[in-house]
T-cell receptor, first 113, second 115 residues
């Protein structure tokens, strides 16, 4: 089955700096890669996703890049703000009939004011 | 509109007790998923329903775990004879379509503590 590795496990940045979180996946058939943000005690919420026919996607201060050959994808947050502090999870799924998400272990991002 | 809701939000059970966790998906969502999230970990897939049909239960950790969605909307995850290792947050998610590659909307979870 799919295996998703996520690094780093913790990340501390100063407000206004950029943050980068990286994930690798094992199943070359995976073709959908969402990123979820989870605040303490809250539900995971989708912040951005990318499909394998696209190399990069951007939404305001958040961007995701995908390298299918290397089987890795990354989340980039620019101009970080204290409200960006949360746990971020990457995930992968195969699409089609392979609907279940396999998650990484998460990255605790702390943005210091 | 209303999102995915789950009840109870918190459940404390003594070892050996049975528990039932409820999920109300977004209205009209065909797909429903259950995930288990241990402390400090990412969610792990338990089971998947397409309408009332349970198409995948490969993630259920033992035969003590049972899920149903009899009318294709509300779902219940039941754990019999709870053990300490069952302590976790149980997340429900729903999706509008039956295919993968589309957003799954998560509920707030039920935090189960087995003492």
């Amino acid at each position: 089955g799919e295996n998703v590795e996520q690094h780093p496990s913790t990340l501390s940045v100063q407000e206004g700096d950029s943050a980068v979180i990286k994930c690798t996946y094992s199943d070359s058939a995976s073709n959908y890669f969402p990123w979820y943000k989870q605040e303490l005690g809250k539900r995971p919420q989708l912040i951005i996703d990318i499909r394998s026919n696209v190399g990069e996607k951007k939404d305001q201060r958040i961007a995701v890049t995908l390298n299918k050959t290397a089987k890795h994808f990354s989340l980039h947050i620019t101009e970080t703000q204290p409200e960006d502090s949360a746990v971020y999870f990457c995930a992968a799924s195969g699409g089609g009939s392979n609907y279940k998400l396999t998650f990484g272990k998460g990255t605790l991002l702390t943005v210091n004011p | 509109g209303a999102g995915v809701s789950q009840s109870p939000r918190y459940k404390v059970a003594k070892r050996g007790q049975d528990v039932a966790l409820r999920c109300d998906p977004i209205s009209g969502h065909v797909s429903l998923f259950w995930y288990q999230q241990a402390l400090g970990q990412g969610p792990e897939f338990l089971t998947y329903f397409q309408n009332e049909a349970q198409l995948d239960k490969s993630g259920l950790p033992s035969d003590r775990f049972f899920a149903e969605r009899p009318e294709g909307s509300v779902s219940t995850l039941k754990i019999q004879r709870t053990q300490q290792e069952d302590s976790a947050v149980y997340l429900c998610a729903s999706s509008l379509v039956t295919l993968g590659g589309y957003e799954q909307y998560f509920g707030p979870g039920t935090r189960l503590t087995v003492t």
